[in-house]
Nanobody, 118 residues
Framework: VQLQASGGGLVQPGGFLRLSCAASGSIFSIGYMGWYRQAPGKQRESVAT???????NYADSVKGRFTISRDNAKNMVFLHMNSLKPEDTAVYSC?????????????WGQGTQVTVSS
């Protein structure tokens, strides 16, 4: 099983980006999917998660600005980021709890850099 994230880049404050993450491989079922981020010198933090049933949680710092969604048919999760701030600068990684060959495990994508700067 692999998670492949894309969509990061450099954007000005107030701008927007959309991150995508696709899960591939021998996948039987997917539980929750989400996005974490880690800024230089800081601990990794949860940004947003979405369960298979559609329950969503956001970090307080991104509520009202970020939207997480998933496409179960394509095994994908998305993060729409609006009104970006310099403090959103970080490496964003997707994560997913996946059943593969009879076993459930947590899988991480490789991370994509988001830089918010003028």
């Amino acid at each position: 099983v692999q998670l492949q994230a894309s969509g990061g880049g450099l954007v000005q404050p107030g701008g927007f980006l959309r991150l995508s993450c696709a899960a591939s491989g021998s996948i039987f079922s997917i539980g929750y999917m989400g996005w974490y981020r880690q800024a230089p010198g800081k601990q990794r933090e949860s940004v947003a998660t979405i369960t298979s049933g559609g329950n969503i949680n956001y970090a307080d710092s991104v509520k009202g600005r970020f939207t997480i969604s998933r496409d179960n048919a394509k095994n994908m999760v998305f993060l729409h980021m609006n009104s970006l701030k310099p403090e959103d600068t970080a490496v964003y990684s997707c994560v997913s709890y996946i059943e593969s060959r009879g076993n459930w495990a947590l899988y991480w994508g490789q991370g994509t850099q988001v830089t918010v700067s003028s």
